[in-house]
């Protein structure tokens, strides 16, 4: 499996949940639908579940998550994140061709 197939079927899982559903990938990572892709964060530390920062499913981080996102695709878990919900609430519309 390659990253792009991976965020391909995690893209058409996140579109069909209720907006501010976030895939939970792992302990410390997850991802969610912002409209128009698949966003992919870092948890806190703090064990919280907040949202710490957004990064990019790249070749280095594919290779080093690689058998973690696979697994998740075979049994996956999704929750509501209010935190999410908000942020894409409170998102600036998309425009077109941008």
Do not use: K
């Not at 895939?23 to 064990?47: I, K, P, T």
């Amino acid at each position: 499996m390659t990253h792009q197939d991976f965020v391909r079927q995690l893209a058409m899982m996140l579109r069909d949940m209720p907006r501010g559903v976030t895939a939970e990938l792992s302990d410390c990572m997850v991802a969610y639908w912002n409209g128009h892709s698949v966003v992919f964060a870092f948890l806190c530390e703090r064990g919280t579940g907040a949202v710490e920062e957004e990064f990019d499913i790249d070749d280095y981080v594919w290779e080093d998550w690689r058998p973690t996102f696979e697994n998740w695709l075979a049994r996956p878990v999704f929750s509501a994140s209010p935190e999410v919900e908000l942020w894409l609430r409170d998102a600036p519309p998309h425009e077109a061709g941008a």
